[in-house]
C-alpha cells in the first residue's frame, strides 16, 4: 500500500519534472521566434532599405528591445544620391504625403555606384516602444519633405503597416510571465488528475 502510493508519488514528480520542462523550451522557443521574427523586406521602385540589429545581420529584423540599436542598409537605389533618413511613427504612407516629425535625430547618407549604402546606425539605444516607419528623403531629386518617387520607405511588414517596432522589456516579462502562469495551472491540473485516479 505505502509502496504503491510512493510510486504515485514518484510517477507524479516525473511527470511534472517533464511538463514543466517541456513548458519551458516552449517559453524559450516562443521568445526567441518572438524576438527574431523577420518578414521578407517590400521592394519598392525607388529601392529597398533593411532593418538590423546588428551592422553585421544579412536578414532583416523588425521585432527590437529598448537596449538594442537600429542599422538601416539600402540597395537598388539611385546611384550617388544623398538622403536623409526619418523615423516615424507608423502610418499609412502614400505618395506626395508630408513626412511626419522624426522620432529620433535624422541621419545623412549617400549611394554609391551601385545604388547601394552600407549599414549605417539611424537610432541608439534606448530605443522607445511602439510602431514605425523609415522614410529616406532624397536629397538630390524629388521634393524634400515629401515622400515622392526618388525616396524608399520600410512600411507595411509588420503589425499591419508598420515598417519596424520597438516592444517594452514589460511586455516581453508579461508574455512569459502568462506562459508560466499557464504552465502551473497545467501542472495543477494533472497534479488533481492524478490523485482523483489514485483515491
Ligand atoms: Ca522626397
Ligand atoms: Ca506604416
Avoid at 62 to 81: E, I, T, W
Avoid at 106 to 118: H, Q, R, V, W
Avoid at 161 to 176: K, L, N, P, R
Wanted: net charge negative; aromatic share 6%.
Amino acid at each position: 500500500m505505502l509502496s504503491g502510493r510512493t510510486n504515485n508519488i514518484e510517477k507524479r514528480r516525473l511527470l511534472i519534472s517533464v511538463l514543466v520542462s517541456i513548458i519551458v523550451i516552449l517559453v524559450c522557443l516562443a521568445l526567441f521566434l518572438y524576438r527574431q521574427r523577420s518578414t521578407m523586406p517590400i521592394t519598392h521602385p525607388s529601392g529597398t532599405i533593411i532593418t538590423l540589429r546588428d551592422p553585421s545581420g544579412t536578414e532583416e529584423i523588425n521585432a527590437f528591445l529598448p537596449n538594442d540599436n537600429v542599422y538601416l542598409k539600402g540597395l537598388g537605389m539611385p546611384k550617388n544620391h544623398r538622403y536623409r533618413i526619418y523615423i516615424i511613427e507608423d502610418v499609412t504612407i502614400v505618395q506626395d504625403m508630408h513626412i511626419p516629425s522624426n522620432v529620433t535625430t535624422t541621419t545623412k547618407i549617400t549611394t554609391d555606384e551601385n545604388g547601394t549604402f552600407a549599414p549605417t546606425l539611424i537610432w541608439s539605444a534606448p530605443l522607445t516602444p511602439g510602431r514605425y516607419d523609415i522614410i529616406t528623403d532624397s536629397l538630390d531629386s524629388g521634393v524634400q519633405g515629401r515622400y515622392d518617387s526618388p525616396d524608399a520607405i520600410d512600411d507595411g511588414e509588420i503589425h499591419v503597416t508598420a515598417g519596424f517596432f520597438v516592444i517594452s522589456e514589460t511586455s516581453m516579462g508579461t508574455i512569459a510571465a502568462l506562459l508560466a502562469s499557464f504552465a502551473v495551472t497545467l501542472v495543477i491540473k494533472q497534479g488533481v488528475l492524478l490523485t482523483c485516479k489514485h483515491t
